[in-house]
Every structure is written in structure tokens, then in C-alpha cells.
């Protein structure tokens, strides 16, 4: 009896870990690819022929597979899955209008919007496609049309959202940001990470709408 | 005519089980008057603004300075207590006509009317150990001596009198969840860096650490707005992230 108490105990005890791993999985390696993903996209800016080169590179890297599924499918099923279950357990109250409690609002809308959009994204654009003119094409015609582009545009801002203000988050969960001043401040840049990563993106996706494919 | 009486309309409930129902009641203004005089007015004249008599309003209170918590309630949709709660401010802000909403705090179960069982606040204060066990069968002799800077953090993080209003306002804290609420932080955190309390630190980061620990913090901080006391609740809580995270880390590698 007293064992299996122990060991209820101690199962108990493990979602402190499981929590700590969910954070921590948002920054690496989720963090980390959404920053690279961005990253290697804005050869978009520069024009076709630099992004298929970009593409055709990422698609040629031998067993690209096992890091995509080591790296970021199987963190971000654990983060979607746990997060999900985070969610419910917390019950929003709009009636406090203070900005973290807005900002607590948007973390968890922001989820559920990006677990839509990464779903779609990972369908339309990785699972569906077999060639880099497959990937490029797929990505075309969502942004050429307004509606596409306009949904394209909220995942994203979503995705980047929720990873900035993620990382202020983070940085109390770990401890970090202790302080008041350094909390208003990381506040801050936080959000103007928010609005830089956004408005790089609004650009990629401009360009990739106007190209002529 | 300027009117002369303020409305409250209050959130009632007969006992745990039934379900609540609004009551309006129209009280004679008075200059300085608060929340609790209002209610101790309906006591005396229990007779609701329909003209009809009712029971009165049941409602619990103490101190009338705001350092008990007994009389906390939702007022304007705002947890506090209604000691401090000023009727002159209310009507200079919203004008005489505007009833004043009062309700139970919802995140605790209701005994009747105002009065709710806050049992559930001791519950996460005894799970987090937030005391010194000195009790022994000789005399100990003097404590060590407490550092002034400690001591000085230590007032602010004492003065809290588990009122609720921060478990009221969090998102994390409700029934679906085991959180054991923001309260909990700043009197372990208080413990902690007590010169005599240290010497039990690690139990105690151990015990946030267990299911409903700290982890069930979402960083919405609507706790430290609504605190009364204006306790660094926010400051406490990340400074034993850091410290449960050290204790993990030194676990995992001593594994
Ligand atoms: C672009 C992809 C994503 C990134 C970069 C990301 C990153 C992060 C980061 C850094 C945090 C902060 C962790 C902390 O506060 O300790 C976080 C929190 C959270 N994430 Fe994600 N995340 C992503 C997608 C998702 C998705 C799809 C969900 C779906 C459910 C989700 C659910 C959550 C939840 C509920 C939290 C709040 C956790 C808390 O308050 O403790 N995330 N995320």
C-alpha cells in the first residue's frame, strides 16, 4: 500500500519535469527552427531562383527525414499535446483588462491557432509536395489569392506571437526575469521581436505572391 | 432631485447547494460611507428595493482595515475587500445611479450569500510546509541573526493575510485545475531565506514542485494587480523558478 503511494507520489511529482521539458522544448529546438525556417525563406526576397536553390539545398541534405522528425515533429507533437492540455486547465477571465492578462489570453489563442496552421503548413507544403517545385508552387498559390494570403498572414502572426511572447514567459519560468524593471523591459523587446519577425515574414509572403509561378 | 439613496445589487445565494439569484437593495446616502456599512445597513432594514422584506444579507467581516481579509468580495467585478471599498468613490466616479455590483469571490465554494470557505488557501499554505518546525523538548537557545536586506524583503512578503483576491483573479486557479494558488509563493519564498527556515528550504521547494506546484503558473500576473498588499508576488515567484530549477538540475545529476 505504502509503495504504491510512493510511487503515485512520485508519478505526481514528474509533471513539474514534464512542464519544465514543454517549456524548454519551446525554444529549442522550436524556437530555434522557427527563426532558421524564417531564415532560410528570405531568399525569397532576393527572387526565385535564390529560393529553389535554398530549397533544393534543405532537400538534398542526406536522411533530412530523421532530423525532421528527431528534431521538430516529435518536440512539437509533445509541445502541441501538453500545450493543448495546458490550455484547457486554465480558465481565462477577460474582465481583468491588464496587459499580462491579455498577453496570457493571446499565448493560449495563439496555440490553438498555430496548431491549425502548422498542421496545414506541414500538409500542404512538406507531406503533400515531392518536388521543390512542388514546395514553391504550393506556397504560391496559397498567398496569391487574398484569402490565402490573409490566413497565411494570421498563422504567421500567430507562430511569431507566440514565440516572442513566449520567450518572455520562458525566461520567468527558468527564473531569469526577476526583477520588475527587467520584466517591463524584456516586455518590450519581446514584443518588438514580435512585430520585426512579423514584418520580415509580411515581406517574404509579398514576394512569394508576386512571383510568377 | 438629486437622489438620495446608492443601489447595491448583490450576487445571493441561499446555501452551498442552490444556485445564486441578484438582489437590489437602495441604501440612504451617507458621506464615508463603505461597502461593509452599506451591508450592515440591510442587516438593520432588510428590505429589498421592491419594498419587500427578505432575509438579510449574510456577509463576514473583522477588522475594518483591511489587514484581516475576512470581508474580501467581488466588487465591480474586482476582488477586494469592502472594508476599503469607499462608497463616495464609486458614486464620484460613476455617479449615484450606477449600482454597485457585489458578489462572493467564485473561485471558493459559497456558504451563503457573501460568505464563502476559503479553506482552500490553507490547503496550498500547509502543502507547501510555510512554517519553521521548532518545537522540540528543550530550548533551542537564541536563533541566528537575520540579515537586515532579508529581513526587510521578508516584512513585505509577511503582510500578506490570505485574503484570496490573487487565487480570485488567476486563471490557473480554479476547479478543473490543482494549482495550489499564487498565495502560496511569497510565504515559502518568505521561509526560505529566514535564517532559522533555511535549514528546511529544500522540503519546501520540494513539496511547489509536487502535482499543482509552481509549475501551474501561466505568467498572466493578474495576481500581483489585484494584490491589496502590494506584496512582490511576481518578484517571489520567479526567484523560486530559479531555485526549483538549481534543486532539479542538482537531483538529476546526483541521480
Ligand atoms: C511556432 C511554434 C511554437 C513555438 C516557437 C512555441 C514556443 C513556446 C514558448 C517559448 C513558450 C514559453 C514557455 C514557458 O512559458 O515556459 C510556449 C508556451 C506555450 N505554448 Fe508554445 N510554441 C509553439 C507552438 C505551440 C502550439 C502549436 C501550441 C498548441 C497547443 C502551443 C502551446 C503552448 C502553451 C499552452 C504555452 C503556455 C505554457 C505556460 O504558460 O506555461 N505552442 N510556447
Known amino acids: 500500500m505504502e509503495k504504491k503511494q510512493k510511487k503515485q507520489q512520485n508519478y505526481l511529482h514528474s509533471d513539474f519535469y514534464i512542464r519544465r521539458i514543454h517549456s524548454l522544448l519551446g525554444i529549442i529546438p522550436i524556437g530555434i527552427f522557427l527563426c532558421f525556417h524564417l531564415f532560410m525563406n528570405s531568399s525569397a526576397i532576393i527572387g526565385v531562383e535564390a529560393w529553389a536553390a535554398v530549397i533544393d539545398g534543405m532537400r538534398s541534405i542526406p ?11 516529435i518536440p512539437f507533437i509533445f509541445h502541441i499535446v501538453y500545450g493543448l492540455y495546458i490550455v484547457y486547465f486554465s480558465k481565462m477571465n477577460m474582465k481583468y483588462q491588464y496587459y499580462r492578462n491579455w498577453m496570457f489570453i493571446l499565448q493560449r489563442i495563439t496555440a490553438i491557432i498555430t496548431t491549425i496552421f502548422v ?10 509536395t515531392a518536388s ?40 520567468i519560468t527558468w527564473g531569469i526575469l526577476q526583477g520588475e524593471r527587467l520584466q517591463k523591459l524584456f516586455s518590450i523587446l519581446t514584443m518588438l521581436l514580435c512585430a520585426g519577425m512579423f514584418l520580415w515574414t509580411l515581406i517574404i509572403l509579398i514576394r512569394i505572391a508576386m512571383m510568377p509561378i | ?33 463603505n461597502v461593509i456599512s452599506s451591508l450592515m445597513y440591510i ?28 470581508c474580501t468580495m467581488v466588487i465591480n467585478g474586482r476582488p477586494r475587500q ?23 469571490l467564485s473561485k471558493f465554494p459559497t456558504v451563503r450569500d457573501l460568505m464563502v470557505d476559503r479553506k482552500k488557501l490553507f490547503d496550498g499554505l500547509k502543502k507547501a510546509k510555510t512554517w519553521i518546525p521548532v518545537d522540540g523538548s528543550f ?29 480570485e483573479a488567476c486563471p490557473n486557479f480554479n476547479e478543473k485545475s490543482d494549482f495550489i494558488g499564487p498565495h502560496v509563493f511569497p510565504q515559502v519564498q518568505r521561509l526560505n531565506i529566514n535564517p532559522l527556515g533555511e535549514m528546511q528550504k529544500d522540503e519546501r521547494l520540494k513539496a511547489i514542485m509536487a502535482h499543482g506546484g509552481i509549475q501551474g503558473c501561466g505568467n498572466a500576473q493578474n495576481c500581483a494587480k489585484v494584490c491589496p498588499m502590494h506584496i512582490p508576488i511576481l518578484k517571489s515567484l520567479a526567484e523560486l523558478n530559479f531555485d526549483v530549477n538549481i534543486y532539479a538540475l542538482k537531483k538529476i545529476i546526483k541521480w
Not at chain 1, 63 to 73: L, R, S
Not at chain 2, 48 to 66: L, M, Q, S, T
Not at chain 2, 82 to 100: N, Q, R, T, V, Y
Request: proline share 5%; with cysteine.
Open chain 1, 63 to 73: 536522411f533530412v527525414i530523421v532530423a525532421e522528425i528527431g528534431i521538430i515533429a
Open chain 1, 119 to 128: 498542421i496545414e503548413h506541414v500538409v500542404f507544403v512538406r507531406i503533400m
Open chain 1, 132 to 171: 521543390t517545385m512542388d514546395v514553391m508552387t504550393a506556397m504560391a498559390h496559397v498567398v496569391q489569392t487574398p484569402l490565402g494570403f490573409v490566413l497565411e498572414l494570421i498563422g504567421v502572426w500567430a507562430s511569431v506571437f507566440h514565440f516572442s511572447n513566449g520567450i518572455f514567459t520562458f525566461l
Open chain 2, 1 to 33: 432631485m438629486e437622489q438620495e439613496y446608492f443601489i447595491l445589487n448583490i450576487r445571493r445565494q441561499n446555501d452551498p447547494h442552490s444556485s445564486s439569484y441578484w438582489e437590489e437593495f437602495h441604501i440612504p446616502y451617507k458621506p464615508n460611507m
Open chain 2, 43 to 70: 442587516q438593520k432594514h432588510p428590505v429589498n428595493a421592491e419594498g419587500k422584506r427578505v432575509n438579510p444579507v449574510v456577509f463576514e467581516c473583522n477588522c475594518y482595515e483591511e489587514v484581516c481579509g475576512a
Open chain 2, 82 to 104: 469592502a472594508c476599503s471599498a469607499l462608497i463616495d468613490k464609486f458614486i464620484d466616479k460613476e455617479g449615484i445611479e450606477k449600482p454597485i455590483i457585489i458578489e462572493p
Open chain 2, 139 to 167: 530550548a533551542l537557545g537564541r536563533g541566528p541573526r537575520y540579515d537586515e536586506k532579508k529581513r526587510a524583503y521578508s516584512y513585505l512578503l509577511s503582510r500578506c493575510m490570505t485574503c484570496g483576491c490573487c487565487a
